[in-house]
């Protein structure tokens, strides 16, 4: 998560979150270990908690703190020492919620196939696979054959016909969103 993020979440929660009690754990040592699309979803995820401890006797607060924050299998981790039912169920809701939410940007996603598994929406989804496939039609250590037993020949021929990446990436977005996109056949897409 960036710098500021973190800043604006420790400056509010930052006395309920303590994580300098667990200064051998991650949060301590490494800070939020996921992007910033979480944002939100974290914000109302410790308003929750602050409510749910304002209700507790002091002991209670006092015994809470945060250890690790991180996304693992594609999905948020919120790992915490002296919890209680009721922000145990809080914390599970809101992992519930980061199998929905894109990491990077905070719109509706879901858990994407690739090299890496993490939620993405379909723009951020889209970019990461057309970026994918352009280092691919570019690596001058696969050969030719290779390329076109991947690709039709035609997709092939359509590749080299954009010189320019830029442009290339442009139809290759617009093609595997109308193809594959979340308003799939919509002929839009292709002019
Ligand atoms: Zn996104």
């Not at 490494?30 to 209700?55: H, M, P, Q, R, V």
């Not at 894109?102 to 696979?129: F, M, T």
Request: net charge negative.
């Amino acid at each position: 998560m960036s710098p500021e993020n973190e800043k604006k979440i420790n400056e509010k929660f930052g006395y309920i979150i303590r994580s300098d009690k667990s200064p051998q754990h991650g949060l301590h040592m490494f800070g939020f270990e996921c992007g910033d699309g979480w944002f939100d979803l974290l914000w109302t995820l410790l308003t929750e908690i602050e409510k749910s401890l304002a209700a507790e006797p002091k002991e209670v607060v006092d015994n809470f703190s945060v250890v690790q924050v991180k996304e693992k299998y594609g999905t948020l981790r919120f790992y915490c020492n002296g919890t209680t039912d009721a922000i145990d169920s809080l914390i599970s809701a809101a992992e519930d919620v980061s199998e929905k939410t894109c990491e990077a940007c905070g719109q509706p996603g879901e858990i994407r196939p690739g090299g890496w598994i993490s939620v993405q929406c379909w723009d951020h989804y889209v970019s990461i696979l057309v970026n994918n496939i352009i280092s691919y039609c570019v690596d001058k250590e696969v050969s030719e054959e290779e390329k076109f037993s991947k690709f039709s020949g035609n997709s092939m021929g359509m590749f080299a016909a954009y010189k320019d990446q830029e442009e290339m990436k442009k139809y290759l977005t617009k093609q595997l969103s109308f193809h594959f996109g979340p308003k799939k056949g919509d002929r839009e897409c292709l002019k």
